[in-house]
C-alpha cells in the first residue's frame, strides 16, 4: 500500500522527523527551563498532495483511512494531529486549503518517544514544502506545539517539537525554553543510548500530565516567581505546602542538572553524565511522582546491567526508559536486561 494506491495519485512533498529521547531536563520545559533531549535514528515519514476544505490522511501502521473537514473539533484519534497542523498554519495567517497525508512510522507509539511531535512536525515539512510556506524550522516547532497546545489539547512545552525540528542525530540538544537558544553537543565517545521499552502504554492527556503541569504554575506563583526556572536556591521551596515543596524541589533540582550536564557533555565524562541521568530518574520518582513500580525496576535492571545511568523518558506514567550504556559492554547489557525481561524492546 502507498499513496497512489490509496488516494489514486501521486504525492507531490515528503518529509520526515525523527522521535527523542530526553536525557535530562524532564517537565522543566513548560516552567522556562533547560532541556537536554536527543533525537532517535527511527523516523515518521508524511506523504502530501494538495486538497480542499478537509484533511484527509492513511496511516500505515494503523491501516486506518479518515477525513474530516478543516473546521471540525479534535475527536481523539491520530488525524488531530494532522488537522492540528493544518488549523495552527491557518491561525497563523497561512493560505493552506486542505492536504491529504501518507503516514509511515518506525516510532512505537505511547512509548514516550514522542511520536506525536514527531508526526506533527513532519506533516508542517511536508506542508511547507507542498504550499511553499517560508517557514524556519523553529517556526516548524513553534506551530507544532501549537497545534498540540491549542488543538489537540495536550499542554506540553517546546521541547519535543524543537527536537523533532532542529536535533541531529548522534547529539543532544540544549535548549533554553525561554530564550530558544539552542546548541547541538556531541554525546559522550564510545556510548551508545539505549531505549528500553516494556510497552507500558499512556496517554498524556488522561494520565495525569495536566495536573503536574498546573501543580508547577501553582508552585511558581506561591513563590512570586515568572517559572520555576527563576528559582536558584532550592532552600525556597521547602515553603510550600505538600505536595507543591516536592513538585518544585524536582523542576529547581532538575534545571541545574541539565547545566551540569552539558559541563560533562563538553568534557566527554559519560559517567559523570549518566550519574546526573539516574538523579533524574529517582527525582521523577519521589518528588515528581510520574514513574511506575515497572519503570523503576528497569532503571536499576540497567545500572546493574552496567549502565552509565538511566531514567524514564518523556512525561511518565508509563513509556520507556532510555540509558547511557559503555560501548564496548552494550552487548552483554542488552543479553542480561533481555534474561530478566522478556517482553523488553530494546531500540
Known amino acids: 500500500m502507498g499513496f497512489k494506491e490509496v488516494f489514486g495519485l501521486l504525492p507531490e512533498a515528503s518529509a520526515q522527523a525523527?522521535?527523542?529521547?530526553?536525557?535530562?531536563?524532564?517537565?522543566?520545559?513548560?516552567?522556562?527551563?533547560?532541556?537536554?533531549?536527543?533525537?532517535?535514528?527511527?523516523?515518521?515519514?508524511?506523504?502530501?498532495?494538495?486538497?480542499?476544505?478537509?484533511?484527509?490522511?492513511?496511516?500505515?501502521?494503523?491501516g486506518e483511512l479518515r477525513a474530516r473537514p478543516l473546521q471540525s473539533p479534535p475527536q481523539g484519534d491520530f488525524l488531530d494531529y494532522l488537522l492540528g497542523v493544518v488549523w495552527a498554519l491557518r491561525a497563523s495567517g497561512h493560505e493552506v486549503p486542505g492536504a491529504r497525508f501518507y503516514v509511515r512510522s518506525r516510532l512505537p507509539?505511547?512509548?514516550?518517544?514522542?511520536?506525536?511531535?514527531?508526526?506533527?512536525?513532519?506533516?508542517?515539512?511536508?506542508?511547507?514544502?507542498?504550499?511553499?510556506?517560508?517557514?524556519?524550522?523553529?517556526?516548524?516547532?513553534?506551530?507544532?506545539?501549537?497545534?498540540?497546545?491549542?488543538?489537540?489539547?495536550?499542554?506540553?512545552?517546546?521541547m519535543d517539537q524543537m527536537v523533532a525540528s532542529l536535533g541531529e542525530v548522534g547529539k543532544a540538544l540544549f535548549l533554553d525554553t525561554r530564550t530558544l537558544a539552542h546548541e547541538n553537543l556531541p554525546l559522550p565517545p564510545r556510548t551508545r543510548v539505549a531505549v528500553l521499552d516494556l510497552g507500558l502504554k499512556r496517554r498524556l492527556a488522561e494520565a495525569g500530565y495536566n495536573e503536574r503541569r498546573r501543580e508547577a504554575e501553582e508552585a511558581a506563583r506561591r513563590l512570586g516567581v515568572r517559572a520555576l526556572r527563576d528559582v536558584a536556591d532550592l532552600c525556597l521551596v521547602e515553603s510550600l505546602p505538600s505536595p507543591l515543596d516536592r513538585r518544585a524541589r524536582h523542576v529547581v533540582s532538575e534545571n541545574l542538572r541539565v547545566l551540569k550536564g552539558v559541563e560533562a557533555l563538553r568534557r566527554g565524562d559519560a559517567r559523570a553524565f549518566g550519574e546526573l541521568m539516574t538523579q533524574s530518574h529517582r527525582s521523577l520518582s519521589r518528588d515528581y511522582e510520574v514513574s511506575l513500580p515497572e519503570l523503576d525496576a528497569l532503571v536499576e535492571a540497567a545500572l546493574a546491567a552496567g549502565a552509565y545511568g538511566a531514567k524514564l523518558t518523556g512525561a511518565g506514567f508509563g513509556g520507556a526508559v532510555v540509558a547511557l550504556v559503555p560501548e564496548e559492554g552494550y552487548a552483554a547489557f542488552k543479553e542480561a536486561l533481555e534474561a530478566r525481561f522478556p517482553q523488553l524492546q530494546l531500540l
Do not use: I
Not at 525523527?18 to 527551563?33: F, I, K, M, S
Not at 532541556?35 to 532517535?40: A, G, I, R, S
Not at 505511547?110 to 513532519?122: F, Y
Open 18 to 62: 525523527p522521535g527523542r529521547v530526553n536525557l535530562l531536563g524532564e517537565h522543566t520545559d513548560y516552567q522556562e527551563g533547560y532541556v537536554l533531549p536527543t533525537p532517535v535514528p527511527y523516523f515518521t515519514q508524511v506523504e502530501a498532495a494538495p486538497a480542499q476544505g478537509q484533511v484527509e490522511a492513511y496511516s500505515e501502521n494503523l
Open 109 to 158: 507509539m505511547g512509548a514516550g518517544l514522542s511520536s506525536s511531535a514527531a508526526l506533527e512536525v513532519a506533516a508542517l515539512k511536508a506542508l511547507r514544502a507542498l504550499y511553499r510556506l517560508p517557514l524556519s524550522d523553529q517556526e516548524v516547532a513553534l506551530l507544532a506545539q501549537k497545534a498540540e497546545v491549542e488543538y489537540v489539547g495536550v499542554r506540553c512545552g517546546l
